[in-house]
């Protein structure tokens, strides 16, 4: 079953606000252009990667999915963008760390068996996991990001994804080793802006939308998970034929999973209450 159009979501972990707008050459030059509209988005709390996640696929608060901290992890049952793309009968695409494999596939995560799987019957038909087993502030233990775009581009013109997300840890361990007031976060942010506009072009030339933002923002000490507006606040970028509300609003992250279902043109369940912000 064909679904209205294709879109893929973009998730650079932990990207403040302030550097997306600065250190993104390419994004920025593109929402310039006109080719790409651009906003502020705030996190839910608290704002700890796990929590995000959750909430970014299901459209519900941490305090009702139950993801309250990364430590805390199974398989929520709130409908969520996977679950519901695939009843529509569209084919759905995850290139991410293992959390989103146990949050809405199955828990735990089976290093043999649930780092790769093709499953037509699945809520990810397609899944290309990584764990980063092992991280610690000597060791990011972090794919190349060229390696995770690339995949993600495998899946779309291999299997004909209809949704594909990718999320990448890179920049967030970055922050939370150097913080964001340094040179090392500079060419952090520059190497990925760069990796990123290698394959962005590919995929809106392959007809699929594309939202590219973060699950929360950082501090300059390299912290986030509590309520400040440099741990909570990051830039959602779109690039497609919807438009969105004013380029000063305040996007709440709940409405991520309804926009997305809408963009797709799948049923919005009754559990995501936020607003679609694409119209």
Not at 6 to 34: C, F, H, T
Not at 126 to 144: A, E, V
Not at 184 to 189: L, P, Q, T, V
Request: proline fraction near 5%; glycine fraction near 8%.
């Amino acid at each position: 079953m064909a679904l209205k159009s294709k879109l893929l979501l973009i998730i650079l972990d932990g990207v403040p606000y302030r550097n997306w707008r600065r250190l993104m050459g390419n994004l920025e030059g593109w929402a310039q252009s006109g080719e790409a509209q651009v906003w502020k988005m705030r996190s839910v709390l608290p704002s700890t990667s796990a929590c995000c996640y959750a909430s970014i696929h299901t459209g519900v608060t941490p305090q009702v999915h139950g993801i309250l901290s990364n430590e805390n992890r199974f398989r929520v049952t709130q409908p969520d963008i996977f679950s519901e793309v695939s009843k529509a009968g569209g084919k759905t695409g995850a290139v991410t760390h293992s959390y989103w494999s146990e949050f809405f596939r199955s828990c735990p995560f089976d290093l043999v068996e649930d780092m790769e799987f093709d499953e037509p019957c699945g809520p990810i038909t397609h899944g290309r996991f990584h764990t980063m087993t092992g991280y610690n502030l000597k060791n990011q233990m972090t794919p190349s990001d060229v390696d995770l775009f690339a995949t993600l581009t495998m899946l779309a013109k291999r299997h004909g994804i209809d949704y594909g997300i990718l999320h990448t840890c890179t920049l967030d361990s970055m922050g939370h080793r150097f913080g964001h007031d340094c040179h090392e976060m500079d060419h952090a942010c520059y190497a990925m802006d760069g990796m990123l506009a290698a394959f962005l072009p590919q995929w809106r030339e392959a007809g699929y939308q594309v939202i590219v933002t973060a699950d929360h923002g950082q501090t300059n000490r390299g912290h986030h998970g509590g309520h400040d507006d440099e741990m909570q606040d990051f830039a959602l970028y779109y690039f497609g034929p919807a438009k969105g509300p004013e380029a000063d609003t305040l996007l709440d992250q709940l409405q991520l999973a309804p926009t997305v279902l809408s963009r797709l043109g799948v049923a919005i369940p009754e559990t995501m209450k936020a607003r679609v912000f694409l119209d």
